[in-house]
């Protein structure tokens, strides 16, 4: 908290001392923004002090979170996902540059070990013992998962439609979980009045102004692995709003501490069956609940706590907001995975569903480049892959029926090693 001056309320602009998570006069709709020191976090994190770091993982940004310089860390790692080229993918999508940041491969699996890292270290340091969250899965089982690593108790509302894998997952962290019989919104305020009532540290992101600030460091890495030249377009999917507010508060504060020259534009994907954020981008009126509809779990959200947050840091951006159907989510899986070998869930999928759509419709030019965040790894909805991809061939164990798959498979001419070795 060295660089913590105060937290800001997105609606009435009030700033209030760090003690609070939602604004004292707005009540729960005031989301809160941590305020930074930046003049004195700028005179310490320059390019070269950042350069010489040993730390792999997000705590290499420590300046920039609202953690204590001595407070106990998660030992699972954070962050340090990789950011990797994908030519093939750029051309069937329409777009001259493409980039995967694969946060997929964070310790429980999801972009959400950003947030709940920083989450429970904020619990340990209100010295509580137990941290609870509502969640469709990933905030789930990665709150569960780092509640472990730091020794901490945790308490996880699932909605009745959480994909098993997930559910599964959290089991085996240990968490105590309770399967509410109802929807994500019902999930949510029960996790509320237990909060309030047990006084468990509460991690729901949409309300804990904390959590916002570990997912910026996506939108920090991306950055300092492009050796501070960011892409035109960053496109995130959309379902509370807290990832795309905290990928471009990554940007904003670079900027404004000197460390890159320009800001990209912020691409926000949501599912067209759960989509009450883009309507508010495009109308200018306020948050509409609606009951959503998608297969994209991680993203079907109908009452997104953070949808201001998000429209204002979309617009700031001077970027766009876009819908994509189930069906174009179920072709970005079966693609990426063929074209860039990343197995990403349907949440994820989204986002380059989303660039291909934004191509196609040239709000995102052909010469443009563009970095998708895969927000996270496939394995944990394994039903929605297998309905992208169907089922493997089946053969009896003496073979019969092999060559005339291979033949249709186009896989039965005599293999040759190939001339050049592949491009790296
Ligand atoms: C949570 C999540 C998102 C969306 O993040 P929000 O902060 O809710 O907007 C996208 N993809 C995956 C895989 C997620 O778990
Ligand atoms: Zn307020």
């Not at 609070?20 to 390019?47: K, M, W």
Request: charged share 20%; net charge positive; glycine share 8%.
């Amino acid at each position: 908290m060295e660089f913590v001056t105060g937290l800001k309320c997105v609606f009435c602009d009030g700033v209030y001392p760090p003690r609070y998570h939602t604004c004292p006069r707005c009540g729960i709709q005031g989301i809160l923004d941590v305020q930074f020191d930046y003049p004195s976090i700028a005179r310490r994190l320059t390019r070269r002090v950042l350069a010489a770091r040993r730390e792999p993982s997000h705590w290499r940004y420590r300046e920039l979170l609202p953690i204590r310089a001595d407070s106990p860390l998660p030992l699972l790692t954070v962050g340090g996902t990789p950011l990797m080229l994908a030519p093939t993918l750029a051309r069937h999508i329409g777009i001259q540059t493409l980039y995967l940041k694969d946060d997929g491969r964070n310790a429980t699996g999801s972009m959400k070990d950003r947030a709940s890292s920083v989450g429970v270290v904020k619990a340990r340091e209100a010295r509580r013992k137990i941290i609870a969250c509502a969640s469709t899965g990933n905030a789930a089982s990665s709150c569960a998962g780092m509640a472990v690593s730091l020794g901490l108790k945790s308490v996880i509302f699932v909605p009745e439609r959480a994909p098993e894998p997930k559910v599964t997952q959290l089991l085996i962290f240990g968490a105590t979980v309770l399967r509410v019989l109802g929807s994500y919104e019902q999930a949510f305020q029960l996790c509320q009045q237990a909060c309030e009532k047990w006084r468990w540290y509460n991690r729901n992101s949409g309300i804990n102004p904390y959590l916002v600030e570990g997912k910026k460091t996506a939108g920090l890495e991306i950055a300092e692995q492009l050796a501070w030249e960011v892409p035109d377009w960053v496109a995130v999917s959309v379902g509370d709003g807290c990832t795309i507010a905290g990928v471009w508060k990554a940007f904003r504060e670079l900027k404004t501490l000197g460390l890159i020259q320009r800001t990209p534009r912020l691409l926000g994907v949501q599912a067209e069956g759960a989509a009450p954020v883009t309507a508010c981008f495009h109308s200018g009126e306020p948050l509409q609940a609606i009951e959503p509809r998608t297969l994209a779990d991680s993203i079907a959200v109908g009452v997104p706590r953070n949808w201001k947050k998000a429209v204002l840091a979309v617009r700031e951006s001077r970027g766009a907001m876009i819908n994509v159907s189930d069906s174009e989510i179920i072709d970005a899986m079966r693609y990426t995975g063929r074209l860039a070998g990343i197995f990403a869930e349907p949440a994820a999928a989204a986002a380059v569903a989303g660039l291909r759509r934004a191509a196609q419709e040239g709000m995102v030019a052909r010469r443009a480049s563009a970095v998708a965040i895969i927000t996270g790894n496939g394995l944990k909805d394994v039903r929605s892959a297998k309905s992208a991809v169907g089922g493997p061939f089946e053969i009896p164990p003496d073979g019969a029926g092999l060559d005339d798959i291979l033949t249709e498979q186009e896989l039965s001419a005599p293999c040759r090693a190939p001339s050049s070795p592949a491009p790296r």
